[in-house]
């Protein structure tokens, strides 16, 4: 069996101290303190806005990950700073095998550094543009979260990424102008207030993109993507499961308390028949 190169494990270093009982300074929020020549930096990952992110090797520990690069004066530019440092020390907390993890951070006089898990199998966008659409098997994943947003590791499981700083390769971005407007409910469109309730049509929306290979309200121009949201103008290709079309529809409703909720959809016919071998795992 082939094993997965190895990676940065933080909890080992957590208190600064390494298995050689080698000390090293820590981060006020437990993150390791480092500096770039810490690292050989390898080829492009990806680019952004902000910046880019590179492959590289963390010489201390020997272990493969990835650096994001993000430009101070752009951060500066666009006044996203402190949001910027409210995502690390967020990020920072995280541990769960399908978050990505952020293992510490730097700066010098231009960029900030996040050193980052590395995914070696990229964005589960570029997969879904790959084979077209899913199956009902592998359709079901993650609420609140695009496509684009979704690292696959070693073994092709899961990793939420970026917490609203993601970079992508160019060659995967969405053809349309839309973005991530084909994701926003009625009530952002129509500028109303709103509540958690976003993130169940979320999950409709990234269902429906997984099992049909675009999201429901897709269209060329961002005016008619408006309108059929707020019309709820969709439909289902013929393929679709009975049981998905049901799960979908019971997300994608105009009003926000008329959304199923996450322990029903728990329940729905469609998770019960396709993901019970996970939920028997615990892995839903």
């Given at each position: 069996?082939?094993?997965?190169?190895?990676?940065?494990?933080?909890?080992?270093?957590?208190?600064?101290?390494?298995?050689?009982?080698?000390?090293?300074?820590?981060?006020?929020?437990?993150?390791?303190?480092?500096?770039?020549?810490?690292?050989?930096?390898?080829?492009?990952?990806?680019?952004?806005?902000?910046?880019?992110?590179?492959?590289?090797?963390?010489?201390?520990?020997?272990?493969?990950?990835?650096?994001?690069?993000?430009?101070?004066?752009?951060?500066?530019?666009?006044?996203?700073?402190?949001?910027?440092?409210?995502?690390?020390?967020?990020?920072?907390?995280?541990?769960?095998?399908?978050?990505?993890?952020?293992?510490?951070?730097?700066?010098?006089?231009?960029?900030?550094?996040?050193?980052?898990?590395?995914?070696?199998?990229?964005?589960?966008?570029?997969?879904?543009r790959k084979?077209?659409?899913?199956?009902?098997?592998?359709?079901?994943?993650?609420?609140?979260?695009?496509?684009?947003?979704?690292?696959?590791?070693?073994?092709?499981?899961?990793?939420?990424?970026?917490?609203?700083?993601?970079?992508?390769?160019?060659?995967?971005?969405?053809?349309?102008?839309?973005?991530t407007l084909?994701?926003?409910?009625?009530?952002?469109?129509?500028?109303?207030?709103?509540?958690?309730?976003?993130?169940?049509?979320?999950?409709?929306?990234?269902?429906?993109?997984?099992?049909?290979?675009?999201?429901?309200?897709?269209?060329?121009?961002?005016?008619?993507?408006?309108?059929?949201?707020?019309?709820?103008?969709?439909?289902?290709?013929?393929?679709?499961?009975?049981?998905?079309?049901?799960?979908?529809?019971?997300?994608?409703?105009?009003?926000?308390?008329?959304?199923?909720?996450?322990?029903?959809?728990?329940?729905?016919?469609?998770m019960q028949?396709?993901?019970?071998?996970?939920?028997?795992?615990?892995?839903?």
């Amino acid at each position: 069996m082939n094993h997965p190169p190895s990676t940065l494990t933080v909890s080992k270093y957590q208190n600064g101290a390494t298995s050689k009982n080698e000390n090293y300074a820590t981060n006020n929020d437990g993150t390791i303190k480092m500096e770039l020549t810490s690292f050989e930096i390898g080829r492009p990952l990806g680019k952004g806005k902000f910046g880019n992110v590179y492959l590289a090797r963390a010489k201390p520990y020997d272990h493969t990950v990835a650096i994001k690069m993000l430009f101070k004066s752009q951060l500066l530019k666009n006044n996203v700073q402190h949001q910027l440092r409210r995502e690390i020390e967020i990020q920072s907390h995280m541990q769960h095998p399908n978050i990505l993890r952020l293992y510490g951070y730097f700066h010098d006089k231009q960029r900030i550094y996040l050193v980052l898990e590395y995914a070696p199998q990229g964005e589960l966008y570029s997969k879904l543009r790959k084979v077209g659409r899913f199956d009902n098997e592998t359709a079901l994943i993650h609420r609140d979260i695009k496509p684009e947003n979704i690292l696959l590791g070693y073994f092709g499981e899961l990793k939420i990424a970026d917490f609203g700083w993601s970079v992508h390769a160019p060659s995967f971005r969405r053809g349309t102008m839309c973005g991530t407007l084909d994701y926003l409910p009625p009530e952002m469109v129509m500028h109303q207030p709103y509540n958690e309730k976003v993130d169940h049509w979320c999950l409709g929306i990234l269902t429906y993109e997984f099992l049909v290979g675009k999201p429901p309200f897709e269209t060329e121009d961002s005016s008619t993507t408006y309108r059929r949201i707020v019309n709820l103008d969709y439909a289902f290709p013929s393929y679709v499961n009975e049981y998905a079309k049901i799960f979908i529809s019971s997300l994608l409703r105009r009003k926000p308390n008329e959304r199923a909720s996450f322990e029903s959809c728990r329940e729905s016919m469609w998770m019960q028949t396709f993901c019970k071998d996970k939920f028997d795992k615990h892995l839903l």
